[in-house]
């Protein structure tokens, strides 16, 4: 139908934004669900092209009113008190930033990934499950022209020491698996390099714990495994001789 009739689309989807969100701020805590449904009708009408590899590639939606969307919508439900109100809205908010990550500007990405660390210790297991698989996938994002890192380890050195408290408690403290974790710890060590070694010694018991974890439950993919041994072999790469 986008083909098709774009502007009938187009004009359907913003009467239903507006309708929906003036419900939602008249009461958030009763009408949380109709904020999802905005996220769900703008990501169902605009995205063109998309893999769970690398997110959105091609979308029928302007600069403009795609910023609007972020500004509007999106960013203001990343927030830790909604977060706990309204896990599975703030869930969503992530999952949309995750599929349309190629568009988010690159002045707010250091914002962003600030955003989602806070979420990383969040009492919603589906938030902390969410937000460190955001991050893993916004660490390994890579310029579409220059094929370069957007996340580079000049960039990320002044969050690094939050980041990594973060995803230690997280790793130490899972009562399963946290292999979105795992997988976000070894994008941090993998682009920090030296800049990891002073905190190698603080992961020892949580990539420990991980392991034990790991060989006792039947249901580890052979995948986790090679994560955790790349990450390990990061680690132990920083660590001076």
């Not at 580079?152 to 899972?174: C, G």
């Not at 979105?180 to 060590?189: C, D, H, I, K, P």
Request: some cysteine; overall charge negative.
């Amino acid at each position: 139908m986008t083909d098709k009739f774009p502007n009938e689309v187009e004009s359907l989807v913003t009467n239903l934004q507006g309708a929906y969100c003036e419900e939602y701020f008249k009461n958030p805590a009763k009408e949380w669900n109709k904020q999802i449904q905005v996220i769900n009708f703008i990501i169902a009408t605009t995205v063109k092209a998309h893999s769970v590899k690398r997110g959105a590639t091609k979308i029928s939606v302007n600069d403009e009113l795609l910023r609007t969307y972020f500004e509007k919508i999106i960013v203001p439900e990343l927030d830790s008190e909604k977060a706990n109100s309204s896990p599975i809205l703030t869930s969503q908010a992530i999952k949309f930033l995750v599929i349309y990550r190629n568009f988010i500007p690159k002045d707010w990405m250091i914002d962003i990934l600030q955003k989602l660390m806070t979420f990383l210790t969040n009492e919603s297991l589906v938030v902390r499950t969410y937000s460190s698989s955001a991050i893993e996938k916004l660490l390994a994002m890579r310029d579409l022209d220059t094929k370069k890192l957007i996340f580079t380890q000049e960039a990320i050195k002044p969050l690094l020491e939050d980041l990594l408290k973060q995803l230690n408690i997280l790793i130490s403290e899972s009562e399963g698996l946290h292999n979105y974790a795992l997988m976000s710890l070894f994008r941090v060590v993998s682009i920090a390099k030296e800049d990891f070694a002073p905190f190698a010694e603080g992961f020892s018991d949580a990539m420990i714990n991980f392991i034990n974890k790991a060989f006792k439950d039947s249901y580890t993919s052979a995948y986790s495994i090679y994560i955790l041994f790349e990450t390990l072999g990061y680690v132990i790469d920083t660590i001076p001789t």
